[in-house]
């Protein structure tokens, strides 16, 4: 069997690392097991810290870090 790489792609709060984590199980046990890594880029997220984009919140007016922007990561 040949190695692969999935990509999961999706906005903040879609439901990616909660599918990941209830498949990642389900393929490490069954017929054949299948070796699974799992990595987010959570942790690559600026986080408010400078260089990551933001937005004004039409609710609060507050100025919060833009996660669903490709720039908010350090890739």
Same mark, same amino acid.
């Given at each position: 069997?040949?190695?692969?790489?999935? +990509?999961? %792609? +999706?906005?903040? %709060?879609?439901?990616?690392?909660?599918?990941? %984590?209830?498949? %990642?199980?389900?393929?490490?046990? +069954?017929?054949?097991?299948?070796?699974? /890594?799992?990595?987010?880029?959570?942790?690559?997220?600026?986080?408010?810290?400078?260089?990551?984009?933001?937005?004004?919140?039409?609710?609060? +007016? /507050?100025?919060?870090?833009?996660?669903?922007?490709? /720039?908010?990561?350090?890739?």
């Amino acid at each position: 069997m040949g190695s692969y790489v999935v +990509g999961m %792609a +999706g906005g903040s %709060a879609s439901g990616k690392s909660t599918f990941v %984590a209830l498949l %990642a199980p389900l393929l490490r046990e +069954g017929t054949p097991p299948i070796n699974v /890594e799992v990595f987010g880029l959570d942790k690559y997220f600026y986080r408010g810290q400078d260089g990551g984009p933001t937005f004004v919140s039409p609710s609060t +007016g /507050e100025t919060l870090p833009h996660n669903n922007c490709p /720039e908010s990561s350090d890739n």
